[in-house]
């Protein structure tokens, strides 16, 4: 099993920035791609922002150009910086870890992912 620990949301008035941090403690070897969603009120979960283990990016059209992702494989955590934040970037930010994991005596594996538990970011106008 894999535990992803976040740290690092809070309040920030519009314009600022957060950084926020996920690590993974317990099985972490093989954690392939890592990655956060948000989900605000009354709205979809959205994928913000994945890096795969070589550290390839890809981000949400809604971020591009704002929040960075990044990846310390040595601590196993993953980033998330956030600038310019804007109202609209109010959401529980999870982050994510997927891992393959033995399913079989024979060998056999699946790519599981694991969640953290969430962090608020509130943006104030």
């Known amino acids: 099993q894999v535990q992803l620990v976040e740290s690092g949301g809070g309040l920030v008035q519009a314009g600022g920035s957060l950084r926020l941090s996920c690590e993974a403690f317990?099985?972490?070897?093989?954690?392939?791609?890592m990655g956060w969603f948000r989900q605000a009120p009354a709205k979809e979960r959205e994928l913000v922002a994945t890096?795969?283990?070589?550290?390839?990016?890809d981000y949400a059209d809604s971020v591009k150009g704002r929040f960075i992702i990044s990846r310390d494989n040595a601590k196993s955590t993953v980033y998330l910086q956030m600038n310019s934040l804007q109202p609209e970037d109010t959401a529980v930010y999870s982050c994510?870890?997927?891992?393959?994991?033995?399913?079989?005596?024979?060998?056999?594996?699946?790519?599981?992912?694991?969640w953290g538990q969430g962090t608020q970011v509130t943006v104030s106008s």
């Open positions: 994510y870890a997927d891992r393959r994991v033995v399913v079989n005596v024979e060998g056999a594996s699946v790519e599981k992912r694991f």
């Open positions: 317990g099985s972490i070897s093989n954690i392939n791609d």
């Open positions: 890096v795969t283990r070589l550290g390839r990016t």
